[in-house]
């Protein structure tokens, strides 16, 4: 099988995709900031990787020329979880944002374009948006704003890159992934917090991965240019109590 490079490799939701398409059987190519992370994660699954941070510009020509010539699939799996009232936001908040949610996906991209034409099938690219982007929550304007963005590079990739590129997004509720542990330390919290979900409970890792592995596969073939809510029906379901 060909190669797929994910970004946020060593992230909750990044580690467990990388995890479920290696017992798959591809390859791949891993993207992280932390070296000790990235290259035990890179030893477990036999894989190539590259690590830096997406805020740095010459980080994506460094993943283009270590990836490989040709490329089945890429996956962005880098996100914020900066929540701020307006009132304490500041500008370094929104670049932050939006260069880690939207700048950086567009980016990867960008400089990954000629290896995913090289692909002899249709090559599948997996943003990530957030059901922030679909709901207003108090204390998301920021991270509501950058994800939001995604919704639109979503759309305008799938558009562009048809027929030889599929581009989708999936777009989580609040799932329990380091990111989050901060939020969710709190039992009471995290109690609460899955009770605002009409399945009841938070996003596990596993959800995420395996609706992105089914995004990259042959199987979703004809499935292009959507944003897709792995969410607990949170972003659509109001149950009457």
């Given amino acids: 099988m060909s190669k797929i490079v ?3 490799a060593t992230g909750g939701i ?19 900031r932390d070296q000790a992370k990235t290259d035990a994660l890179a030893s477990e699954l036999n ?3 590259t690590t830096g941070d997406v805020q740095d510009p010459g ?3 460094s993943v283009a020329e270590d990836a490989g010539e040709r490329l089945a699939g890429l996956v962005y799996a880098i996100g914020t979880l900066n929540l701020k009232s307006i009132k304490r936001l500041t500008p370094e908040d929104y670049m ?8 950086g996906a567009a980016l990867a991209v960008q400089h990954l374009l000629p290896a995913l034409m090289k692909h002899d099938g249709t090559a599948s690219v997996v943003l990530f948006s957030s059901v922030a982007a679909e709901q207003g929550f108090t204390f998301h304007a920021s991270m509501g704003m950058a994800k939001g963005a995604i919704r639109g590079l979503t759309l305008s990739l799938a558009a562009e890159l048809a027929p030889k590129i599929r581009v989708n997004a999936i777009s989580p509720s609040l799932t329990r ?7 969710l330390a709190n039992e009471k919290m995290a109690e609460a917090l899955s009770k605002q ?23 979703s073939g004809w ?9 607990g029906g949170r972003s659509t379901v109001r149950k009457n109590n």
């Fill in 177 to 183: 992934t380091p990111l989050a542990d901060g939020l």
């Fill in 59 to 61: 980080l994506f020509a």
């Fill in 6 to 8: 994910i970004f946020g």
């Fill in 47 to 49: 894989a190539t990787y």
């Fill in 96 to 103: 932050r944002d939006f260069e880690v949610n939207a700048v």
């Fill in 14 to 32: 990044g580690s467990e995709t990388a995890r479920l398409l290696n017992k798959k059987g591809h390859h791949l190519h891993l993207v992280g």
């Fill in 197 to 219: 979900h009409p399945l009841g409970r938070l996003g596990e890792t596993q959800d995420m991965a395996a609706l992105c592995e089914f995004l990259l596969s042959a199987q």
């Fill in 223 to 231: 499935i292009t240019g959507q944003i897709i809510g792995v969410d």
